[in-house]
């Protein structure tokens, strides 16, 4: 059974870092290209980061371009999101998933708020 | 990259049929069979209910069917039912080799 698991939420000021964490089990986490998905409270879902399979490929949304960085330990099966300057609209709920284009599996997800 | 376009909200009564629609370009809808939909009752994860445009996954009810006019996807339920009033949010496969995600429409079963 496929299961991912996200940590390393929390409670953060504006302009400060986080680094979630992301435990996959249940497939060979190797073969996947893997992704960050989030949901403000009240709002929509918003693809922001994506990694390929040997952690040489990412993609980012605009809206965090230039802030956060997605990598990836293939011997750990684990993805991480390495959050910083962190703004007051990044306060989501965050999702990591496999197949973006058709996404069975969803985690609980990892709590960011950004507030002073 | 710009959300798709989906209503704010749509509703039905019990037993009716009602479509949402999901209004993307030709960089992604148009362009590409990779339109998904998700539903989502609050407080709970999303749930795959639609992939490929018309395909449905293992156990979700043929009362939900899927399509795709030029740069316009939609979601057609059947039968409606109580349990089906929920957010729903249509994604898309994009030229930009991203995944975008439309707005969401609230469904009220009435």
């Known amino acids: 059974e496929v299961q991912l698991v996200e940590s390393g939420g929390g409670l953060v000021q504006p302009g400060g870092s986080l680094r979630l964490s992301c435990s996959a089990s249940?497939?060979?986490?190797?073969?996947?290209?893997l992704h960050w998905v989030r949901q403000a409270p009240g709002k929509g879902l918003e693809f922001i980061s994506a990694?390929?399979?040997?952690?040489?490929?990412?993609y980012y949304a605009d809206s965090v371009k230039g802030r956060f960085t997605i990598s990836r330990d293939n011997s750990r099966n684990t993805l991480f999101l390495q959050m910083s300057s962190l703004k007051i609209e990044d306060t989501a709920l965050y999702y990591c998933?496999?197949?973006?284009?058709?996404?069975?599996?969803w985690g609980q997800g990892a709590q960011v708020t950004v507030s002073s | 990259q710009s959300a798709l376009t989906q209503p704010a909200s749509v509703s039905g009564s019990l037993g009716q049929s009602i479509t949402i629609s999901c209004t993307g370009t030709?960089?992604?809808?148009?362009?590409?069979?990779?339109v998904s939909w998700y539903q989502q009752h609050p407080g709970r994860a999303p749930k795959l209910m639609i992939f490929d445009v018309t395909d449905r996954p293992s156990g979700v009810s043929n009362r939900f069917s899927g399509s795709k006019s030029g740069n316009t996807a939609s979601l057609t339920i059947s039968g409606l039912q109580a349990e089906d009033e929920a957010e729903y949010y249509c994604?898309?496969?994009?030229?930009?080799?991203?995944?975008?995600f439309g707005g969401g429409t609230k469904l009220t079963v009435l």
């Open positions: 249940g497939f060979t986490f190797s073969d996947y290209g």
């Open positions: 030709s960089s992604d809808v148009g362009g590409y069979n990779y």
């Open positions: 990694i390929n399979t040997d952690g040489d490929r990412t």
């Open positions: 994604s898309s496969y994009t030229s930009t080799i991203t995944v975008v």
């Open positions: 998933v496999k197949d973006i284009l058709v996404i069975q599996y």
